[in-house]
């Protein structure tokens, strides 16, 4: 991340971080003329697995948190 000025870390604007895995997440469960949308489970499993790597897991845990309160009844 921080493409192009070499940014790290809390460097990145939140408002980007919070893009960059919401916008993993709609990729990754969404169909694409290249291949079927993953399903949930395998979508979040990814996003858990790049906090800290590619993405901040700070949002990551957070919007795992909000998706996981959004499903329960």
């Known amino acids: 991340m921080g493409y192009p000025r070499g940014l790290k870390g809390q460097e990145i604007p939140l408002a980007a971080r919070i893009f ?3 916008d993993v997440y ?3 469960t969404s169909d694409r003329p290249y291949r079927k949308a993953w399903p949930k489970e395998k979508a979040l499993a ?3 697995e790049q906090g800290g790597k590619q993405l901040d897991p700070e949002v990551v845990a ?3 948190r909000l998706i996981q309160e959004a499903s329960e009844p």
Do not use: E, P, S
């Open 26 to 28: 709609d990729a990754l």
């Open 20 to 22: 960059a895995v919401v």
């Open 46 to 48: 990814y996003l858990q």
């Open 62 to 64: 957070a919007f795992l």
